[in-house]
T-cell receptor
Framework: GQSLEQPSEVTAVEGAIVQINCTYQ??????LSWYQQHDGGAPTFLSY????GLEETGRFSSFLSRSDSYGYLLLQELQMKDSASYFC?????????FGQGTELSVKP | DTEVTQTPKHLVMGMTNKKSLKCEQH?????MYWYKQKAKKPPELMFV???????INESVPSRFSPECPNSSLLNLHLHALQPEDSALYLC????????????????FGDGTRLSIL
């Protein structure tokens, strides 16, 4: 089976940097994706790491370490609009397996 | 705005009603998905259509019936639902079916918020 674990809640202040971790246990592993979902909105794809290392897209970066079965999403220069739920996900069995989600609250 | 359009945005129905949720995408994607999402939880996969054929049914009760009339449209027919079926129903699509060895970013619609009385 496959499971992904991430913290349920993270709080940070505007302008700060926050890291949302995701650890996984999978029988096979083919990469880690991140999705953002604002309250009442649609999940949107942020990034995907197939290989170890850091992928950067503007203020957001995602990191993967296969040897540690671990990845994270890094959000820099936090803005109020970054308050949302963030899900890590991995492909498996013809579908996406999601983590339980991390609710990020950005305070002024 | 999203590239996957779902209607209606909100739906209230009684347990004896029959209704349908609709989803449309014009990105030429070959895989489409139905998810159910409860508050503070991740999307929970219900059905997957690959090349207009049902490829995955996650043991969903028969009161939910999916239909894929063509490559752009996906419907979810509802009948005799239960109060616990109240949730946000999300449709998604991806360029190709989600393989086990590759990533296919999924594009989600805004969902239909369903309430069962």
């Amino acid at each position: 089976g496959q499971s992904l674990e991430q913290p349920s809640e993270v709080t940070a202040v505007e302008g700060a940097i926050v890291q949302i971790n995701c650890t996984y246990q999978t029988s096979g592993f083919y990469g880690l994706s991140w999705y953002q979902q604002h309250d009442g909105g649609a999940p949107t794809f942020l990034s995907y790491n197939a290989l170890d290392g850091l992928e950067e897209t503007g203020r957001f970066s995602s990191f993967l370490s296969r040897s540690d079965s671990y990845g994270y999403l890094l959000l820099q220069e936090l803005q109020m609009k970054d308050s949302a739920s963030y899900f890590c996900a991995t492909p498996g069995g013809g579908k996406l397996i999601f983590g339980q989600g991390t609710e990020l609250s950005v305070k002024p | 705005d999203t590239e996957v359009t779902q209607t209606p945005k909100h739906l209230v129905m009684g347990m004896t009603n029959k209704k349908s949720l609709k989803c449309e995408q014009h990105m030429g994607h070959r895989a489409m998905y139905w998810y159910k999402q409860k508050a503070k939880k991740p999307p929970e996969l219900m059905f997957v259509y690959s090349y207009e054929k049902l490829s995955i049914n996650e043991s969903v009760p028969s009161r939910f019936s999916p239909e894929c009339p063509n490559s752009s449209l996906l419907n979810l027919h509802l009948h005799a639902l239960q109060p616990e079926d109240s949730a946000l129903y999300l449709c998604a699509s991806s360029q190709d079916p989600q393989g086990s060895k590759s990533n296919q970013p999924q594009h989600f619609g805004d969902g239909t918020r369903l309430s069962i009385l």
